[in-house]
């Protein structure tokens, strides 16, 4: 089992940055691949980052690349998304995901992550 809890969502102005933090507890962090989804009301969870558990393997979702950046800290077994340039259309509940299947290459597909947050809340005002 792999419990994840997320951290640093709120409410920021257009334009201004912000830091989720996703603490992960239960089973060894650095056998993990962690990914970033999203949701927006009304809207299908999407696909933001991830990382592969090297550290060294790295997917964006276009809608945010060059304005978010996915990386972890295995020994304080935190996954980060730093995220500058936000703009409104980045409000969304941010989940945390844990995929141990030890695959090499992070999945970009919720279906490929076991075990999931419950959510931090990023809203972007205009």
């Known amino acids: 089992q792999v419990q994840l809890v997320e951290s640093g969502g709120g409410l920021v102005q257009a334009g201004g940055p912000l830091r989720l933090s996703c603490a992960a507890s239960?089973?060894?962090?650095?056998?993990?691949?962690m990914g970033w989804f999203r949701q927006a009301p009304g809207k299908e969870r999407e696909f933001v980052a991830a990382i592969g558990w090297s550290g060294d393997r790295l997917s964006y979702a276009d809608s945010v690349k060059g304005r978010f950046t996915i990386s972890r800290a295995n020994a304080k077994n935190t996954v980060y998304l730093q995220m500058i340039s936000l703009k409104p259309e980045d409000t969304a509940v941010y989940y945390c995901?844990?995929?141990?299947?030890?695959?090499?290459?992070?999945?970009?597909?919720?279906?490929?992550?076991?075990?999931w947050g419950q959510g931090t809340q990023v809203t972007v005002s205009s």
């Open positions: 995901a844990a995929d141990s299947s030890g695959r090499l290459f992070p999945s970009r597909g919720f279906m490929g992550y076991d075990y």
């Open positions: 239960g089973r060894t962090f650095s056998s993990l691949a």
